[in-house]
Nanobody
Framework: VQLQASGGGLVQAGGSLALSCAAS????????MGWFRQAPGQERDFVAA???????SYADSVKGRFTISRDNAKNAVYLQMNDLKPEDTAVYYC????????????????WGQGTLVTVSS
């Protein structure tokens, strides 16, 4: 199983980035898919998730700015990030979970390798 995250980079505050996560070795429609992020010296925190039925949820800090989506035909999940802030700077990880508590990092079955997002002020 492999989750390949991409799309990170350097952007100015107020800008946008789109992250992608391509899954192989699993059937993504059978999993809840999510994005987490980890800043230096911090824990890995929940950002957004989309469940098997297509329902989405977000951390309060990104609500209204980030949008998660999935394409089961492509075995992929996406994160559109708008109005980025310096505090969004982190390594972003995609995850796949079959646990009902999929918003918790500890319940992820698989992790991607992470993609770095840096937002300058």
């Amino acid at each position: 199983v492999q989750l390949q995250a991409s799309g990170g980079g350097l952007v100015q505050a107020g800008g946008s980035l789109a992250l992608s996560c391509a899954a192989s070795g699993l059937t993504s429609r059978r999993y809840h898919m999510g994005w987490f992020r980890q800043a230096p010296g911090q824990e890995r925190d929940f950002v957004a998730a989309i469940n098997r039925s297509g329902g989405d949820s977000y951390a309060d800090s990104v609500k209204g700015r980030f949008t998660i989506s999935r394409d089961n035909a492509k075995n992929a999940v996406y994160l559109q990030m708008n109005d980025l802030k310096p505090e969004d700077t982190a390594v972003y990880y995609c995850a796949a979970s079959q646990n009902v508590n999929y918003r918790m990092a500890v319940n992820a079955n698989y992790w991607g390798q992470g993609t770095l997002v840096t937002v300058s002020s």
